[in-house]
């Protein structure tokens, strides 16, 4: 409705603008002709009535935008009937229909009475022959008989998928058991799936016992406090188990019962929603474009075809087709989040934000130089080819207009407090011209911002990556709508990125359209030679129109307040990329490690050396084996790393004493990602405990202690190669640079970084130049220290084994020659 009524509000002004464009561009002898198209009718007063002058070409795209609208529904309505059924099919029933009418004439009754008391017990059964009921019992017994067989497979794929223990099972070693269920599994899958198919089948999370919850508590903190802080919390926990935690853990598992998943609402409304602070920097998140790659160089042509390669996604993901995500090919992931990754907005109230949902968004809005534009995305009842996007988006950078009065710095409402801007939106922009550009914008199918400086990676310069990821962190505070899902970036060097807003879903989530977007744009559309969009270029297109502005003088002082607060918020990021290319996941694997155990014990290594103490530390793990999960908290900061690390910082060590303490770190570290997975975590579960107390009113100094702990140390693995569109080995320069975040605490880092291929990590450093403790620069100097000397400690280990070798070797062939 956003949409409509910003067309229908915007059309005398939008014909005028089309007819301007078309005298300005089209020859002479065109004018006319593509005036009366953008017009799309004219009709004269007479005498002896109307005479009424359609536009053939109007006409046309009308129709076959109704044909399209119809065809995808069709495919949908399809689609969810597959989806619905899985993982039998719909010609399931129809052999199950069969067999039933089979046995009417075979005088064998697999029924078992059932059929015969169906057709006695039809309503209107005076009215029908003896044959036609009995072929209506049949076909209802059968068709009874197959929904039980589809609700049976699916409860026991719910069930096998319920079965954890494989993921505990040591690398390349499977027991018989899980060779067993794995087969189960393929055969309870059924084929083709759908990327919905397994939502019903996915088991709900559990919820852990209490006791289980606060003994892993414990242990977690054990690190990190001294003996008389330890007994404290030691009795806090006690205290917490004796009283409230029954009652707390009563209405949970209630909630579990009834609720898909006990954790992701409240996670969303209550970590997200809530929070009255900037969602830039804050919350945000961003994703870089290729390392090395830049497909062509040409702003808006690039622009173009990753818009179009978006749109293929979003058809895909409308109509379900996207192939669903398994662990180990086999395993199903839940598919919950991608549903809102197109036409979503989160939108600002006094005290929580909603996430508003649309469907079939037909535009998209662009910004430009202070200006906004509307582009529609569709033509003729197809999508906008990437010649005619590249068309679009050239006319918006030749536009020469200015900013009106308010509009350069709008944006920047959505980069402060959610207060003010959710006060401004109910002041100024819900009535008149300012409520249908807004929204325009919030009905939009995602955001683009056509950037004016080039970014991206450039060895030649030194903190090319650090300004790149600034730009897509924070950008200029206001050349971004934090509120959209997602805003698209691009910059005139051919460059791209994506800021993400967060409520909506998790980084793997946008990553796997990421992926998909830049495999489509490389190795299927392409460009010319030129660097421009293939096929034809289409100068008949309407032109993108301005968005209309009423800012008074009063809303552009909340807009200037609102900015200088994003400013100061954005100035005080200290950003640090930083590309390990040492070694990579092919020389960990062959030290028989966890690639993600080695980052995370490299970066205690490096926090102790930074800043000389333990901290708490946050590592994200996902939860999506289950229906509707998206993540838990991996505490990283294990007595067996502060083990490790005093061992790495006394010289009196050995090298045996330092690589025994590693791989019982490292394998600490893998067991409680695993625990984390499974639904046996820790963080998750005392975070719905505390806001069950909150309901209740139940005070209670445990969990208002637990949760108020600061995470110095944030950190996060962003995912590779989740659909493996792209050999690696063969195209080693089409990898991703990852993406990143800003720190969580005031004097703490974030951390973020991705494992490319088998031979580079790139590591994302955040923190704050307003703390004195933290230097982004400084710790990525001590990532790179801490993941040299950990190596060394095999390499060490491996010459001795080769010298020990050497030496029984040599002994052998004495041997002989005696």
Known sequence: MGGLSSFQTDRPRLCRELLWDSFLQAPEKKKMAEAHQAVGFQFTVRPDGVDLKLSQEVIKNIYLSGVTAWKKKAIQFKNGILTGVYPASPSSWLIVVIAMMSSLYTYIDPSLGMIEAIKENLPYKDCMSVQTRAVLSAILFATGLWLFFIYLMRYTLKALLSYHGWIFESHGKMSRATKLWLSLVKMFSGRRPLLYSFQAALPRLPVPRVDDTVQKYLESVRPLLDSEQYNQMEILANGFKETEAAQLQRYLILKSWWATNYVSDWWEEYIYLRSRSPIMVNSNFYIMDLLYVTPTHRQAARAGNVVHAMLQYRRKLERGEHVPLRALGIVPMCST?????????????????????????????????????????????????????????????????????????????????????????????????????????????????????????????????????????????????????????????????????????????????????????????????????????????????????????????????????????????DFHGHLFSEFGKGLIKKCRTSP?????????????????????????????????????????????????????????????????????????????????????????????????????????????????EPWKLSTSQTPQQQLNLVDINKFPKYVGAGGGFGPVADDGYGVSYIIVGENLITFHISSKFSSPDTDSGRFGQHIWKAMIDIQALFKLENNKRMVENGKCVHLEHLKKLM
Request: charge should be neutral; proline fraction near 4%.
């Open 337 to 573: 989040q991608m549903e809102r990754m197109f036409n979503t907005t989160r939108i600002p109230g006094i005290e929580t934000d909603i996430v508003q949902h649309l469907t079939d968004r037909k535009h998209l809005i662009v910004y430009h130089k202070g200006r906004f534009f509307k582009v529609w995305l569709y033509t003729g009842g197809r999508h906008l080819l990437p010649s005619e996007l590249e068309t679009q988006f050239q006319r918006i950078l030749n536009d020469k207009s200015e900013p009106q009065p308010g509009e350069l710095k709008l944006a920047a409402l959505t980069a402060g407090d959610r207060v003010p801007w959710a006060r401004a939106r109910i002041k100024y922009f819900s009535h008149g011209l300012n409520k249908v550009s807004l929204d325009a914008i919030e009905s939009a199918a995602f955001f683009l911002t056509l950037d004016e400086e080039p970014q991206g990676y450039d060895p030649a310069k030194d903190n090319s990556l650090d300004i790149y990821a600034k730009s897509l962190l924070h950008g200029k505070c206001y050349d971004r709508w934090f509120d959209k899902s997602f805003t698209l970036i691009s910059y005139p060097n051919g460059k791209m990125g994506v800021n993400i807003e967060h409520s909506w879903a998790d980084a793997p989530i946008v990553g796997h359209m990421w992926e998909y977007v830049l495999a489509t744009d490389c190795f299927h559309l392409g460009y010319t030679e030129e660097g421009h969009c293939k096929g034809d270029v289409n100068r008949g297109l309407p032109c993108p129109t301005r968005l209309q502005w009423q800012i008074s003088a009063e809303c552009q002082d909340v807009i200037e307040t609102s900015y200088l607060l994003a400013r100061q918020l954005a100035d005080d990021v």
């Open 596 to 708: 993600d155990a080695f980052i995370q014990l490299a970066l205690q290594l490096a926090q102790f050396r930074d800043q000389g103490v333990f901290c708490l530390t946050y590592e994200s793990s996902m939860t999506r084996m289950f229906r509707d999960g998206r993540t838990e908290t991996v505490r990283s900061c294990t007595s067996e790393a502060v083990a490790f690390v005093r061992a790495m910082e006394d010289p009196r060590s050995t090298n045996a004493h330092r690589l025994a303490l590693f791989q019982r770190a490292a394998e600490k570290h893998q067991n409680m990602y695993r625990l984390a997975m499974t639904g046996s975590g820790i963080d998750r579960h005392l975070f719905c405990l505390y806001i069950v107390s909150k309901y209740l009113g139940v005070e209670s100094p445990f969990l208002k202690k637990v949760l108020s």
